[in-house]
T-cell receptor, first 112, second 113 residues
Framework: DGGITQSPKYLFRKEGQNVTLSCEQNLNHDAMYWYRQDPGQGLRLIYY???????QKGDIAEGYSVSREKKESFPLTVTSAQKNPTAFYLCASRGQGYTEAFFGQGTRLTVV | RKEVEQDPGPFNVPEGATVAFNCTYSNSASQSFFWYRQDCRKEPKLLMSVYSSGNEDGRFTAQLNRASQYISLLIRDSKLSDSATYLCVVNMRVRSGNTPLVFGKGTRLSVIA
């Protein structure tokens, strides 16, 4: 079935460690996005990519990095520079035009 | 002014009630509009797109007023299963392609038996 897959579902990180969250889609979508959601808050955009080998910073990119080497994949690295990384991370993809975004099931990251 | 604003609620309504959510957006260049539903600790899922002429899907009706930059969602005959957070979402078209979707913070609905 077509869809967007995030892994892992739960991730624990020690302070000072970098961790990478995986996002894969088989919808043949050009655009992919990473959002962060804190409890009781809306979605905030971290990074997005409109096409392979290109990406742009969103509203809260500091402490994060991404790559887009393949159309299907858009991994997010949470670096040690991100001071408050505990959150729910959501990956999404969109097709061409004014279409809706489809979300993965999310990764819940906790710093221990 | 925030890009997309919603009343955070919570809206606590009895089963069978009609409830309306409102949303305003600041950018007049916004081109596409959606309502998403998010259950607790889950990902958002598309509820319905919003068209200029208004659209209906069963118990759900969405309206768009471009002049007032205002979107609404009406839920009739509320069910317990409608309890969730409803997110208003807009998108602006620019020369280089679509911008990312901008999400409101959501309105929480609790339907009570």
């Amino acid at each position: 079935d077509g869809g967007i897959t995030q892994s892992p579902k739960y991730l624990f990180r020690k302070e000072g460690q970098n961790v990478t969250l995986s996002c894969e889609q088989n919808l043949n979508h050009d655009a992919m996005y990473w959002y962060r959601q804190d409890p009781g808050q809306g979605l905030r955009l971290i990074y997005y990519s409109q096409i392979v080998n290109d990406f742009q910073k969103g509203d809260i990119a500091e402490g994060y990095s991404v790559s887009r080497e393949k159309k299907e994949s858009f991994p997010l690295t949470v670096t040690s520079a991100q001071k408050n990384p505990t959150a729910f991370y959501l990956c999404a993809s969109r097709g061409q035009g004014y279409t809706e975004a489809f979300f993965g099931q999310g990764t819940r990251l906790t710093v221990v | 002014r925030k890009e997309v604003e919603q009343d955070p609620g919570p809206f606590n309504v009895p089963e069978g009630a009609t409830v309306a959510f409102n949303c305003t957006y600041s950018n007049s260049a916004s081109q596409s509009f959606f309502w998403y539903r998010q259950d607790c600790r889950k990902e958002p899922k598309l509820l319905m797109s919003v068209y200029s002429s208004g659209n209906e899907d069963g118990r759900f009706t969405a309206q768009l007023n471009r002049a007032s930059q205002y979107i609404s969602l009406l839920i009739r005959d509320s069910k317990l299963s409608d309890s969730a957070t409803y997110l208003c979402v807009v998108n602006m078209r620019v020369r280089s392609g679509n911008t990312p979707l901008v999400f409101g913070k959501g309105t929480r609905l609790s339907v009570i038996a």
